[in-house]
């Protein structure tokens, strides 16, 4: 017993010791109080969005494995996430908060790296956290400049009876132009003239999921079972008699 005490203790140690998920950064708190906003994952009519991150935001280098977007702010009395076809990337760019070009090739950087593409849809309730994780994560540097999430939807099914109006910051009674750490470009097609439409000092309030998700270590695992095993091999072992 005394043995089997031991080896408990020391897998309970090694246990302790394996890495935790981080709490996500998020950009963009407080949220605004007065505002929300459908773009780009429920509004009606499918388009494109870019939005910018300025690297001051950011505690340094990151390997980003997800997002998160909060509805706590305005009730839109949605069930569903729409469907639709999702595409996301990430890449370092040189425009920030109030430089971003009304062409969205302009705003991408050179390491643009595609993280996410799928169907979101989804059952939906006021004050739930939209988690996108990743299949790629995405190295960021902020020494090498601001950080720009390119999104694209297309197709996908009608729209919902009411929308999702994730957080926002900057709305600043309407002007959006409230906050000097994310600007934003986004396209709608099904409205003429909301093409290429910049807002700089606006944004989505974005939780950023850092490092890899903690894995349990198969050593302690392959350890609890060999010495259990062994344990109960010296427990059958016969005794010899003089």
Request: glycine content about 12%; hydrophobic content about 40%; aromatic content about 10%.
């Amino acid at each position: 017993m005394r043995t089997l005490s031991l080896t408990i203790v020391c897998i309970a140690l090694q246990l302790s010791a394996l890495p935790s998920a981080a709490a996500p950064i998020i950009v963009g708190l407080p949220a605004d109080t007065t505002a929300g906003n459908c773009l780009p994952f429920s509004c009606p009519f499918p388009g494109s969005y870019q939005q910018v991150y300025t690297r001051s935001a950011f505690p340094g280098p990151v390997t980003i494995t997800g997002l998160e977007f909060y509805n706590t702010q305005i009730n839109g009395f949605a069930s569903t996430l729409n469907s639709a076809a999702l595409t996301i990337s990430l890449s370092t760019t040189s425009h920030d908060w109030n430089t971003l070009s009304s062409s969205y090739s302009n705003n991408i950087g050179s390491d643009n790296t595609q993280v996410f593409s799928g169907d979101l849809s989804q059952p939906w309730a006021f004050g739930k956290t939209l988690v996108i994780g990743f299949a790629t994560p995405f190295l960021f540097d902020p020494a090498n400049g601001n950080l720009l999430m390119n999104v694209s939807m297309a197709g996908g099914g009608p729209p919902p009876a009411f929308a999702i109006f994730v957080d926002t910051n900057g709305y600043n009674g309407g002007s959006k132009n409230g906050n000097t750490i994310t600007g934003r470009v986004y396209t709608l097609p099904g409205l003429p003239g909301l093409s290429g439409i910049v807002e700089s000092g606006y944004g989505l309030v974005t939780g950023f999921e850092t490092g890899s998700p903690p894995v349990p270590e198969p050593a302690p695992l392959l350890l609890l079972g060999t010495s259990l095993g062994l344990i109960a091999a010296r427990r059958r072992r016969p005794k010899l008699r003089a």
